[in-house]
């Protein structure tokens, strides 16, 4: 099985600046493009920022400037840097990663638990 496992949610006052972190471990031959969302409660998930095997990222644009993706292949993690951080970034934030776990099966899409970050003075 895979698990994906986030970190470094918490509470930044406006201004302030947060590293999340997502491991993916368990039966993985390939991990493919990696991601963040949010989801505001009573909201739709919505995309942050993702990240290809070759470091092309795509960001939303609210989050351009401010957030950087990052990932490293050999340890299966993806981080994301957040700057300059505003109220309206207060969200939960999940970690997504599309997964190859066997070579007869085509990769399936894979999510963290969530870590919740809060953006208030």
């Known amino acids: 099985q895979v698990q994906l496992v986030e970190s470094g949610g918490g509470l930044v006052q406006p201004g302030g600046s947060l590293n999340l972190s997502c491991v993916a471990s368990?039966?993985?031959?390939?991990?493919?493009?990696m991601g963040w969302y949010r989801q505001v409660p009573g909201e739709q998930r919505e995309l942050v920022a993702t990240?290809?095997?070759?470091?092309?990222?795509n960001y939303e644009e609210a989050v351009k400037g401010r957030f950087t993706i990052s990932r490293d292949n050999v340890k299966n993690t993806v981080a994301l840097q957040m700057d300059s951080l505003k109220p309206e970034d207060t969200a939960i934030y999940y970690c997504?990663?599309?997964?190859?776990?066997?070579?007869?099966?085509?990769?399936?899409?894979?999510w963290g638990q969530g870590t919740q970050v809060t953006v208030s003075s």
């Open positions: 997504k990663a599309t997964i190859d776990t066997n070579p007869f099966v085509r990769p399936k899409d894979y």
């Open positions: 368990g039966s993985i031959r390939v991990v493919h493009i």
């Open positions: 990240i290809t095997r070759t470091n092309i990222r």
